[in-house]
């Protein structure tokens, strides 16, 4: 008997995802789907999460600035960048000030327009002050733990709204099965939801240096009422205090929003089948009290600094709050592994290249046998440097 309660409860569940589905897109404007190729990537909405008498997470609480200050900061940086390089571009923030936005009041504003792509920008929080890293999430039911407490945590923000339970229909945000209804709407923007998380996953990586997570999938009320590609990214874990300090310097903002403008002028180029030029905007600011003790951000190299030592890559393999002896059998079997600590925090690398390509071809080894999520870093004159700063002193060396 339960069995048959539970196989009807499921069979109802479907029956109502689909009526629900008919209902959804005969108010919804038909949106481009498929055919945004041929008409582009013109609107775009960018969403800072949090705000107001929401403040998001507070991190270790050691800085005024919480979640809802950064992700603004960034947001707004963003927007800037993409004004900037593309000018036929609508740029629509849902809030460009510290103001408390409902979740249902940032998709109307995408869905009003329609835009072509929701781009929204969170900071990450764990109980392990360990966790540090980068992740991008599409709409989708999962049934990995982490990400549904993660989802279930952004999503209780909907008990701050007023009379949320008529709102949201009774929808719960600690039960992610009354999110199925959502699932159908995004999965007709699944592939391009993907391949922008996937663009801005490669450039926290490659650019900024910082530890890919990946793309995952998570039932996220505010990617779920989209009728569009829509994403939700974490810059780091601000309950990290080497990330915290990272996200709230202003070098750390700058590469942060450069990563993700990035990360949409390839997926405009991909979406609009043409190759796209645009300028470099971010430009590191050097302020010593902004960056990580230990690991602080080299000074901008005048021409004949740049000649003097080469930039060096490595491929990081994990990090961890307990020094590691540096044996193969630890290592997945992987020799040569060095070390290098900041704040307490230990890193192992292993390799040390001078060629870029040399350090992408070592990565694809290193994740294909034995970490996943090994990633590239860089050093110059003993001090640990952002990619895109090592690929300038690399290409400067090479053309003298």
């Known amino acids: 008997m339960a069995k048959l309660l539970k196989k009807m409860k499921w069979t109802l569940l479907t029956l109502v995802s689909v009526v629900f589905f008919l209902w959804f897109s005969s108010f919804v404007p038909n949106h481009r789907g498929a055919k945004m190729s041929s008409l582009g990537v013109t609107k775009i909405v960018i969403d800072a999460g949090h705000g107001g008498h929401d403040p998001g997470n507070l991190g270790t609480g050691r800085y005024k600035h919480s979640e809802k200050d950064i992700s603004l900061e960034v947001a707004l940086q963003f927007g800037d960048y993409i004004q900037r390089a593309f000018p036929d571009v609508d740029v629509i923030y849902t809030r460009k000030e510290?103001?408390?936005v409902t979740l249902k009041g940032r998709t109307e504003i995408a869905n009003k327009i329609p835009a072509?792509?929701?781009?929204s920008i969170h900071c990450n929080s764990a109980a392990n002050t360990a966790a540090f890293g980068t992740e991008t999430f599409v709409m989708s039911m999962t049934k990995e733990k982490a990400n549904l407490e993660l989802a279930k945590r952004e999503n209780s923000v909907v008990l701050l709204e007023e009379n949320y339970e008529q709102t949201y229909g009774g929808l719960d945000p600690n039960n992610p099965e009354d999110m199925i209804v959502y699932e159908l709407a995004q999965k007709a923007h699944m592939d391009q939801s993907l391949s922008l998380s996937a663009k801005i996953q490669d450039q926290y990586r490659e650019r900024v240096s910082r530890r890919d997570r990946g793309v995952k999938q998570a039932p996220y009320w505010v990617i779920s009422f989209t009728t569009m590609?829509?994403?939700l990214t974490e810059l780091g874990f601000l309950t990290n205090m080497e990330e915290e300090d990272f996200l709230n310097s202003e070098n750390g903002k700058v590469y942060m929003a450069s990563a993700i403008y990035r990360a949409f002028k390839d997926y405009k180029e991909e979406i609009e089948g043409v190759e796209i030029s645009v300028t470099d905007f971010d430009k590191p600011i050097v302020r010593k009290d902004d960056v990580a003790k230990g690991e602080k951000l080299?000074?901008?190299e005048t021409p004949s600094d740049l000649k003097n030592e080469q930039a060096?890559?490595?491929i990081q393999l994990m990090a961890s709050s307990k020094q590691i002896e540096l044996k193969p059998e630890n290592f997945n079997g992987l020799d040569s592994v060095d070390e290098y600590e900041v704040q307490g925090l230990y890193k192992y690398?292993?390799?040390?290249v001078t060629d870029y390509k040399k350090a992408v071809s070592l990565q694809r080894t290193v994740r294909e046998k034995a970490f996943p999520n090994a990633f590239i870093i860089a050093f110059h004159s003993g001090e640990r440097i952002p990619i895109s700063r090592a690929l300038e002193i690399t290409n400067a060396q090479s053309n003298n």
């Open 98 to 100: 510290d103001k408390f």
């Open 116 to 119: 072509d792509a929701f781009i």
């Open 229 to 231: 590609p829509s994403i």
């Open 298 to 300: 080299a000074a901008v």
């Open 312 to 314: 060096i890559y490595k």
């Open 349 to 352: 690398t292993v390799g040390e």
